[in-house]
């Protein structure tokens, strides 16, 4: 009994041994382990038809095609990006009125929180 309690014992010590190695910390730009698109800011928050609007947040494609910006049904023209920031020119027939900004990048689709109101001169 004793020899079977201490087998026991000293099965259950050495399969509770903590590993050595480290979990690696995942870099979140890696594909497989894509980081959220996600709107945190559009600058400014009021302007123009054609104006030029920055809008900063995560997930952005590095590949200025490749992110598909639209204030309401218009199509903004992305300029430059980075995976944190757009710039983009709005149309110049856009329609005075309040619009959501609206980012579609890696196959996701984010929305800016605050609209943009595009002011006709």
Same mark, same amino acid.
């Not at 400014?44 to 104006?51: F, H, L, V």
């Given at each position: 009994?004793?020899?079977?309690?201490?087998?026991?014992?000293?099965?259950?010590?050495?399969? %509770?041994?903590?590993?050595? /190695?480290?979990?690696?910390?995942? #870099? &979140?730009?890696?594909?497989?382990?894509?980081?959220?698109?996600?709107?945190?800011?559009?600058? &400014?928050?009021?302007?123009?038809?054609?104006?030029?609007? /920055?809008?900063?947040?995560?997930?952005?494609?590095?590949?200025?095609?490749?992110?598909?910006?639209?204030?309401?049904?218009?199509?903004?023209?992305?300029?430059?990006?980075?995976?944190? /920031?757009?710039?983009? /020119?709005?149309?110049?027939?856009?329609?005075?009125?309040?619009?959501?900004?609206?980012?579609?990048?890696?196959?996701?689709?984010?929305?800016?929180? #605050?609209?943009?109101? %595009?002011?006709?001169?």
């Amino acid at each position: 009994m004793k020899k079977t309690l201490l087998l026991a014992l000293a099965g259950i010590v050495f399969s %509770c041994s903590k590993n050595d /190695t480290p979990a690696p910390n995942p #870099d &979140p730009g890696v594909p497989g382990n894509p980081v959220t698109l996600r709107i945190s800011s559009v600058s &400014p928050e009021i302007g123009d038809p054609s104006a030029t609007i /920055t809008i900063t947040g995560t997930g952005f494609n590095l590949n200025a095609a490749a992110n598909e910006v639209k204030a309401g049904n218009y199509t903004a023209a992305v300029k430059t990006a980075s995976a944190t /920031t757009l710039v983009v /020119t709005l149309p110049a027939d856009m329609e005075g009125g309040l619009y959501d900004i609206i980012v579609k990048a890696n196959n996701k689709v984010a929305t800016s929180e #605050d609209a943009f109101l %595009c002011m006709r001169w």
